[in-house]
């Protein structure tokens, strides 16, 4: 399920650890499952950046870069369930005027 913009900062519940090297996998065949049945052609190749989970232990953010400058594609976890919430499309270059800064 795509996430809106409000969906997704709903899950900014308190600031996030990056937990890269030692996040827990809770079911890699069903993640996998998800990412390849949500791909979104026009991000190219994907591969997972960073993870980062909140401080209070609700959610994860599994970061994908793409091949798209400044735009990761985000699957959120909720850890607590043990399922995915959603992913959303997180396009900084809107979010932040990257594009208008030349970055």
């Known amino acids: 399920m795509e996430l809106t913009s409000e969906e997704f900062d ?18 890699g065949k069903d993640f996998d499952q998800y990412v ?7 991000l190219g190749v994907m591969q997972i ?13 599994v970061i ?9 594609y985000v699957v959120v976890i909720d850890i607590n369930k043990k399922t995915i919430l959603g992913h959303h499309v997180l396009d900084l270059n809107e979010k932040y005027g990257l594009n208008a800064l030349g970055l």
């Open 36 to 42: 390849k049945s949500n791909l979104i052609d026009e």
């Open 10 to 27: 709903n899950t900014f519940t308190s600031n996030f650890n990056e937990v890269t090297e030692t996040a827990e996998n809770f079911n």
């Open 64 to 72: 994908f870069k793409t091949q798209l400058k400044n735009i990761n």
């Open 49 to 61: 950046e960073y993870i980062y989970d909140t401080k209070d232990g609700n959610w994860r953010h």
